[in-house]
């Protein structure tokens, strides 16, 4: 059954620029939610990798993208390095911040770590406050500017902004992707499978629990950083007020509606939680509300569907569909 | 004085995170779940007694209605959401981390809800207390009838609590049911109901918490946001299943930030949030009182 | 007609079947010794009998009414009272408070004053340690404890899951006796599950031995320990 890895990697090229060709043929609106779609794949594909196959929980990775586009912004701003590599720095950061989690998540529980990592949320995005080089509540602008002319004149026409973040936030996210479903096939994924199934035994067959829990953490928290850096190019700033509680509650509403071990189901998740708003935007348009209703719609839906998912297909819809043709 | 200035700022909140601690620790002996959702619950019941003040003008009235709506909600979660969630989804990948996800939908929902209701604006739940300090002598000290009252309320809800666990046959079932339910189930105890009972126990501590608070700072749909961290973690100090832990926790993180505040300055107070979590976590797991049940797996 | 009737009772742990096709009468005021090794499904079967766990085929009554598809704590009030396996205490309360346990549920509260009291008298070394925490008891201790909560309940039919379990000779003996003793006193109806058959069957009236969920064979406790066979394969000795 297992795929050559050219043929998966020649089907990744192929998403890709199916992806990017598409881009030429949209509006500038959806160009941007393909961004945002792919960004949010990233965020999604992080907890999933940490949830779903190391069994780990983090309602934190909000905070992680916070250090991650904080770094990366910080290290294009003073140092002037390139962008990718400002993007790297700020992964790298993240990691570093979730290895130091997760040092202690490895020695926590399920409530203990969720509380753990809630409160890094809650109180993370408030320390801009605290220091000036952070910019306060105004948060650092981020401008990586026009897309190279190399790659804008191979395509012809005007090559817009958001194409351009488009394209990098596409060829990010199935980076990742790639990167993830190949670290899975890896030692370390088998690993990490053993210990989420059974943790005494993967004990006993002389796997370092602590060690796998850790590096799942540091892995899954430097894709984290890079959503978050992504986040902060498609924002044009980083600020507090783009990593709120609200944010981490988010893509883990994703990686739960995704189905936590599906590592395609986060491309749904993600789509998802861009569908939502621009869906709430026009019933709350349509029905005349007030501006109390459009701006708490979202968070609604989306805190209905997660309260159903849970509930009624647990361990995603996918995965809830076999179990009952089973019994 | 100075010291003793910040030892009662911190008693005033420690009072509140003791509270908050207390409903956390109340769900996770009898659910063995960390109910973020009480942030969510306790904002409601806030609301809900910003409403009755709004029509009677009267503070003091509008606190039973908060407690009494605090408990209704919490009973409500549990006998709707948790319970069928329960009875659901024990197996599979997600089953351990089921509830955590579930208490924070229902904190998402609240919040929308609250902020569909009443806006995300601001608004005043005014105590008709003074927030100024009492003056001894020449000396003002920081401490205010507001303070006072917070102290005093959060102690009585706390008296009223332990005398109902220690003396009353409710309070017998409410701890049977939580240490061992299989054993409570056999002794004839109605485990299923009980549970609701003490998640409305937990519900009405959060919303005196709510209540007493929030005439210090403002009400909006996520303002108990950082009172459900520091509950969190004066319950991780107290060992999350101790009730007495939960106040001394509360107490000890109310006086700690006070010091830490008057003393190295405002800057680090998440962090050192933050770091006590992290530094009890590690050093003593189980906390000040808690049980020899670990939280750490395998 | 029999007081406690189980007929093709088959109980199954997902695809693993614990107790197969299970059939055996009791007669009001009988003890009933259940004898198996570990994992004949012992325990399995009182835990369906007393509602912790769902029956997948057959039926089981209790003087004409089902036992199956009721809850554990609706059984308790209506006489039907299971002390499980392992000392079921709550080691967290005090021995006052676990006691208290049995009669919690009961409106009559100047009977509850009375069983306690039977109960201190049955077992005066609890009365010793009222306000001790039951997780200082002893093992026969906490077995005294467990059967005089139930005791306090007021039962008719009592399901004693091992009750000799992890204790010495010598209090196993006292066990029993007090079993013995208080079965005619009180007109009761008992269950008993237990690995040690020997001990079981010289008190019980009946014995029914089962192995991987099936019934080997039932009869008059005597006829069973006088049957050379039987005793070979099954009581052990």
């Known amino acids: 059954m297992r795929k050559s890895k050219s043929l998966s990697a020649l089907i990744f090229l192929a998403i890709g620029l199916f992806l990017l060709g598409l881009s030429n043929f949209v509006d500038e609106l959806r160009v941007y939610q ?127 902004q958001y194409k351009w973040f488009f394209w990098v936030s596409v060829v990010c996210a199935l980076a990742t992707i790639w990167f993830i479903k190949n670290l899975l096939q890896s030692r370390f994924g088998r690993t990490w499978r053993a210990v989420r199934g059974n943790p005494s035994a993967a004990a006993l067959s002389g796997i370092n629990i602590g060690r796998s829990k850790v590096l799942a953490f540091t892995v899954s928290s430097a894709l984290a ?43 749904v998740g993600a789509v998802v939680l861009v569908v939502i708003p621009e869906f709430t935007d026009a019933v709350a348009t349509h029905l005349g509300g007030s501006e109390k209703i459009s701006a708490n719609l979202p968070g609604l839906i989306t805190s209905v569907l997660l309260i159903l998912t849970v509930i009624f297909a647990p361990n995603g819809p996918k995965l809830h569909k076999r179990k009952k043709a089973n019994n | 004085m100075l010291f003793l200035d910040t030892l009662l700022i911190g008693l005033s909140s420690g009072a509140i995170y003791a509270l908050m601690a207390l409903a956390l620790v109340l769900v996770w002996r009898s659910t063995r779940v960390v109910n973020f959702a009480q942030a969510g619950q306790a904002i409601l019941s806030t609301y809900l007694g910003y409403e009755v003040m709004s029509v009677t003008h009267n503070y003091w009235v509008s606190i039973p209605f908060a407690i009494l709506g605090g408990a209704a909600i919490a009973a409500f979660v549990d006998a709707v959401i948790m319970r069928s969630l329960a009875k659901r989804s024990h197996k599979g990948s997600v089953s351990e981390i089921a509830p955590v996800i579930a208490t924070l939908g229902l904190l998402g929902l609240i919040r929308s809800l609250t902020g569909m209701i009443w806006g995300n604006a601001y608004l005043q739940y005014t105590s008709p207390l003074s927030s100024k300090g009492y003056t001894i002598g020449s000396h003002t000290i920081p401490f205010s009838p507001l303070n006072l009252v917070i102290v005093v309320g959060a102690l009585f809800v706390m008296g009223v609590f332990a005398a109902i666990f220690k003396f009353t046959n409710l309070g017998l079932a409410l701890r049977a049911a939580s240490f061992q339910p299989e054993i409570s189930r056999l002794a004839g105890i109605r485990v299923d109901r009980i549970r609701t009972v003490g998640w409305a126990f937990a519900g009405a501590a959060g919303a005196v918490a709510g209540a007493l608070v929030t005439p210090t700072t403002y009400l909006s749909p996520n303002s108990l946001d950082l009172l459900l961290v520091s509950g969190f973690v004066a319950a991780v100090i107290g060992g999350l ?19 830490i505040l008057q003393y190295i300055g405002t800057s680090v107070t998440f962090s050192a949030a933050f770091i006590i979590l992290i530094l009890v976590l590690f050093v003593r797991p189980r906390g000040i009182l808690g049980s020899k049940v670990g939280r750490r797996d395998a | 007609m029999s007081a406690l009737v189980v007929s093709n009772l088959s109980i199954s742990h997902g695809a693993i079947s614990a107790v197969k096709d299970l059939s055996f009468t009791i007669e009001k005021g009988q003890l009933a010794a259940i004898i198996g090794s570990n994992g004949a499904g012992k325990t399995t079967l009182l835990r369906a009998l007393s509602g912790l766990i769902p029956a997948s085929h057959g039926t089981a009554t209790w003087q004409g009414k089902s036992l199956l598809g009721v809850k554990p704590e609706d059984l308790v009030r209506s006489g039907i009272v299971h002390v499980s396996e392992g000392k079921s205490v709550i080691p967290e309360l005090n021995v006052k408070e676990n006691l208290a346990l049995g009669g919690i549920w009961r409106k009559d509260k100047k009977d ?51 009750p000799s379990l992890g204790l010495a000779p010598l209090i196993i003996e006292q066990i029993f006796e007090a079993i013995n003793k208080l079965r005619h006193r009180l007109d009761l109806t008992v269950l008993l599950v237990e690995q040690n058959a020997m001990s079981a069957l010289k008190i019980a009236d009946i014995g029914i031995i089962i192995n991987v969920g099936s019934l080997v064979a039932s009869g008059p406790s005597q006829e069973l320990l006088a049957d050379a066979n039987l005793r070979a394969a099954y009581l052990g000795y």
Do not use: C
Not at chain 1, 112 to 141: C, D, K, M, R
Not at chain 1, 238 to 257: E, N, Q, Y
């Open chain 2, 241 to 259: 299943d101790s009730l007495i832990g939960a106040v001394l926790g509360g107490l000890l993180l109310g006086v700690g930030f006070a010091f």
């Open chain 1, 225 to 267: 950083g890079l959503a978050g850096a992504l986040l902060a190019m498609l924002l044009g700033l980083v600020a507090p007020m783009a990593f709120t509680l609200t944010l981490s509650f988010t893509i883990v509403t994703g990686a739960v509606l995704a189905g936590v071990t599906n590592l395609a189901g986060s491309i």
């Open chain 1, 34 to 160: 393909g961004a945002q779609i792919a960004v949010y794949v990233i965020a999604i594909s992080s907890i999933i990798l940490l949830t779903g196959y190391s069994g780990q929980i983090s309602l934190g990775h909000g905070a992680l993208m916070a250090i991650g586009g904080y770094a990366a912004v910080l290290s294009y701003t003073y140092w002037h390095v390139p962008f990718l590599i400002a993007f790297t720095i700020g992964a790298l950061a993240a990691a570093l911040g979730g290895f130091i989690l997760g040092m202690a998540a490895a020695r926590l529980s399920g409530p203990y770590l969720a509380g753990t990592t809630l409160a890094l949320a809650v109180g993370l995005p408030s320390l801009a406050n605290q220091f000036h080089i952070l910019g306060g509540e105004q948060g650092l602008s981020f401008d990586i500017g026009e897309a190279p002319k190399w790659i804008a004149n191979k395509t012809g026409g005007d090559f817009t």
């Open chain 3, 112 to 162: 509850v004053a009375l069983a306690t009291e039977e109960v201190l008298e049955l077992f005066p070394r609890l009365r010793e340690r009222l306000q001790q925490s039951a997780d200082t008891l002893s093992g026969g201790e906490r077995q005294m404890l467990a059967i005089g909560r139930a005791l306090i309940a007021r039962p008719q039919l009592l399901l004693l899951d091992e």
